[in-house]
């Protein structure tokens, strides 16, 4: 009889004997007959964790109300300094505008050109009549 041909591309499986676990003895945990196990070690140890927890919380929570103040503070200052702005911005305004720029030359001496002359560069000639009787 023949053997069946063997699946293309499969691999020869080598069987390795399993090796025995490293086992060693525990000792027993059961608590002998007549005796109590004492959790206060355990309840200290909560104890120190909650209180630690619990600090750190406040820490925290302490830091962010802080945090919260200083932002409030700052937003004030923001809004004063806006509204200065804001103020600063109309008075230049009212400043500039053509009346009171018009008032302030004619407190200064000023007076405003009646007729004006104008240049032709071409021609290198004086175009109209410039008012020469300014009044003192």
Request: glycine share 6%.
């Amino acid at each position: 009889m023949a053997l069946a041909n063997p699946v293309r591309g499969a691999q020869a499986y080598v069987f390795v004997p399993a090796q025995r676990a490293f086992l060693r003895l525990v000792p027993d945990l059961r608590v002998p007959a007549g005796q109590q196990i004492r959790p206060l070690a355990f309840i200290k140890l909560m104890a120190i964790v909650l209180s630690i927890g619990t600090a750190l919380l406040l820490f925290i929570n302490i830091m962010l109300t802080q945090d919260a103040f200083t932002l409030s503070q700052l937003e004030r200052q923001a809004a004063d300094v806006s509204a200065q702005e804001e103020a600063i911005t109309q008075e230049a305004a009212r400043i500039s505008s053509p009346t009171i720029l018009a008032q302030r030359a004619t407190q200064l001496g000023m007076k405003t050109g009646e007729a004006p002359a104008f240049i032709d560069l071409g021609s290198e000639t004086i175009l109209g009549a410039p008012d020469m009787n300014v009044k003192k």
